[in-house]
């Protein structure tokens, strides 16, 4: 059975310090992973996309995936207020049948 | 960023009552995905969309449920005879393949009285 497990918070922290995010997997059929952003009653805002294990960045994001451990991580550097949302993974295996989400952490950023 | 575009934003209707939920999803792009999150709960997957027919469907997609591609641009979702328990956002996403970013657009409301 497909489940990914996400602690849903809140995690709050004071602006300017690194965030840690994460998620554990139990199904090794996931192949490629994924990190959202989700503001109340809005879409989810894709902001990084791997696929392989190891580290991948894009500005002050950082996604991390091992694979051995069935384990992803998110991290944020240098966090803003506007940063404070829900984030959410998501991952998907080899088919077309979607992607599971977590739960999603809910992520306080105070100034 | 790509952009999926859903109408309407918000929907209210009466139980038992049919709605459409529309799409429009990235031009390019050749599968199209239906997603629900219940108030408060995970997204779930609902059902994937490719070549004018359905890939896969999750066990919430029953027989109340359909898909269609009326035209080359939409993408909609009906739900035949509402329930209270499908009150919803409702999500609508456009990756370029099945493996690859999926793009989300910004969701439909259902409330479901």
């Known amino acids: 059975q497909k489940e990914v497990e996400q602690d849903p918070g809140p995690l709050s922290v004071p602006e300017g310090a690194i965030v840690s995010l994460n998620c554990t997997y139990s199904?090794?059929?996931?192949?490629?992973f994924m990190w959202y952003r989700q503001y109340s009653r809005k879409g989810p805002e894709l902001l990084m996309y791997?696929?392989?294990?190891g580290n991948k960045e894009d500005g002050r994001f950082t996604a991390q995936v091992d694979k051995s451990s069935k384990y992803i991580s998110l991290f944020i550097r240098d966090s803003q207020p506007s940063d404070s949302a829900t984030y959410l993974c998501a991952m998907g295996g080899g088919g077309a049948d979607g992607l599971t989400f977590g739960k999603g952490t809910h992520l306080i950023i105070q100034p | 960023e790509p952009e999926v575009t859903q109408t309407p934003s918000h929907q209210v209707t009466q139980m038992g009552q049919e709605v459409i939920l529309r799409c429009v999803p990235i031009?390019?792009?050749?599968?199209f995905y239906w997603y629900r999150q219940i108030l408060g709960q995970k997204v779930e997957f609902l059902v994937s969309f490719y070549n004018n027919e359905i890939s896969e469907k999750s066990e919430i997609f029953d027989d109340q449920f359909s898909v269609e591609r009326p035209d080359g641009s939409n993408f909609t979702l009906k739900i035949r005879s509402t329930k209270l328990e499908d009150s919803a956002m409702y999500f609508c996403?456009?990756?370029?393949?099945?493996?690859?970013?999926?793009?989300f657009g910004q969701g439909t409301r259902l409330t479901v009285v």
């Open positions: 791997t696929y392989s294990s």
């Open positions: 031009s390019n792009h050749l599968y």
């Open positions: 199904n090794s059929a996931f192949q490629y």
């Open positions: 996403a456009s990756p370029q393949g099945i493996r690859t970013e999926a793009f």
